[in-house]
């Protein structure tokens, strides 16, 4: 019965014998780290960290054991069954070990010490990469951008004059760093005052800056302040060039109209497609009356569902606009609303 037991199966009931266990730990763990662990009990992780589509090729032992100042360390065997060296067990093992850290995160007193181990048997000679940085290209690179502290950019601590050295990516940073401490009416006229250079950066870019940090702000604004809003800007832009840029915060609303239109009017065409092919397809033939009735009911349901999402989008706009008292024909020509029902919606307001 022995004989017949596949590799791994034989090394895997090996070491879950605890006997065997500790000797195999003391005799492969480096020094270092076997000097602040406490090899007197060992305790065999249930849990499995290998992919379904590997385990054919591997199975994985985990042991836990307690260091000397009883914090709980991981040491993980990971088995080769194969004859042949796996050229991404580096990386495999690097998977592994983070799937182990996962489930320790929920604590912050710290992360196990993890150790890897891998016994190989095969008959060719071991050329696997032995570490993951080997697999990279520029291995050196790879291993000083993953290993060190990550780049932090932290604008909450950073001067203001540092900020606003900077050209349309001071503005974009301007504007993260005050939105969450500071009156959004008061961001808008500092950072129009402060970045004068910048501005006329942004004007040669066609305002691409200050049109999206409009839209990223505009949810922010409540809605009575917007008039405001655009008073601060035609003080330091032609009138213009304010006109135009909120004509494109208008368009961009009506383009996220169409979006919603499309998506809903998909889920609609998909519910009328499926009920109506079902009822055609049990007169018919079900397959055939299913197939014609979605594809007539999504594209009529994408039609619906596009034109009421767009009706009720440039309706909101056509309000928007009008409490900023902007020309009925602007606004007529912007979201394609008949000029006489924008002028019937203007009346109570």
């Known amino acids: 019965m022995t004989s017949r037991l596949k590799h791994d199966a034989l090394i895997k009931?090996?070491?879950?014998?605890?006997?065997?266990?500790?000797?195999?730990?003391?005799?492969?763990?480096?020094?270092?780290?076997?000097?602040?662990?406490?090899?007197?009990?060992?305790?065999?992780?249930?849990?499995?960290?290998?992919?379904?589509?590997?385990?054919?090729?591997?199975?994985?032992?985990?042991?836990?054991?307690?260091?000397?100042n009883?914090?709980?360390?991981?040491?993980?065997?990971?088995?080769?069954?194969?004859?042949?060296?796996?050229?991404?067990?580096?990386?495999?093992?690097?998977?592994?070990?983070?799937?182990?850290?996962?489930r320790h995160k929920q604590s912050k007193d710290g992360l196990p010490l993890?150790?890897?181990?891998?016994?190989?048997?095969?008959?060719?000679?071991?050329?696997?990469?032995?570490?993951?940085?080997?697999?990279?290209?520029?291995?050196?690179?790879?291993?000083?951008?993953?290993?060190?502290?990550?780049?932090?950019?932290?604008?909450?601590?950073?001067?203001?004059?540092?900020?606003?050295?900077?050209?349309?990516?001071?503005?974009?940073?301007?504007?993260?760093?005050?939105?969450?401490?500071?009156?959004?009416?008061?961001?808008?006229?500092?950072?129009l005052s402060k970045c004068p250079y910048a501005v006329l950066v942004d004007k040669e870019k066609n305002y691409l800056c200050i049109k999206t940090l409009l839209w990223y702000t505009d949810a922010k604004l409540p809605e009575a302040q917007q008039q405001e809003l655009e008073r601060i800007i035609a003080s330091h832009l032609s009138k213009e060039e304010t006109v135009t840029i909120m004509r494109t915060i208008a368009q961009k609303y009506i383009d996220e109209g169409m979006q919603q239109g499309i998506i809903q009017g998909m889920e609609q065409g998909m519910e009328k497609g499926i009920e109506k092919g079902m009822k055609k397809g049990?007169?018919?033939?079900?397959?055939?009356?299913?197939?014609?009735?979605?594809?007539?009911?999504?594209?009529?349901?994408?039609?619906?569902g596009m034109e009421k999402g767009k009706t009720k989008r440039n309706f909101e706009i056509a309000k928007k606009m009008l409490a900023n008292n902007m020309?009925?024909?602007?606004?007529?020509?912007?979201?394609g609303l008949d000029i006489s029902f924008i002028r019937t919606l203007k009346q109570p307001l």
């Open 70 to 102: 009883h914090d709980t360390a991981f040491v993980y065997v990971l088995i080769e069954a194969q004859a042949t060296p796996d050229h991404w067990i580096a990386l495999r093992l690097w998977k592994y070990i983070l799937l182990l850290c996962e």
């Open 282 to 304: 049990m007169e018919q033939g079900m397959e055939k009356g299913m197939e014609q009735g979605m594809e007539k009911g999504i594209e009529k349901g994408m039609e619906e």
């Open 13 to 68: 009931k090996i070491l879950t014998n605890p006997v065997a266990a500790q000797e195999f730990l003391e005799y492969y763990l480096p020094a270092d780290f076997k000097a602040i662990v406490d090899l007197t009990k060992i305790t065999i992780e249930k849990e499995s960290f290998v992919e379904e589509d590997l385990r054919r090729k591997l199975s994985d032992l985990v042991f836990s054991v307690q260091t000397k």
């Open 327 to 335: 020309d009925a024909t602007l606004i007529a020509h912007i979201t």
């Open 114 to 191: 993890i150790c890897p181990l891998l016994i190989y048997h095969g008959a060719k000679t071991y050329n696997a990469p032995r570490n993951l940085w080997q697999l990279f290209s520029h291995p050196e690179h790879a291993k000083k951008l993953m290993t060190e502290d990550y780049e932090l950019i932290d604008l909450q601590s950073m001067p203001e004059d540092e900020i606003l050295k900077k050209k349309q990516l001071g503005m974009f940073e301007y504007m993260l760093k005050y939105i969450h401490k500071r009156d959004l009416l008061k961001v808008w006229a500092e950072l």
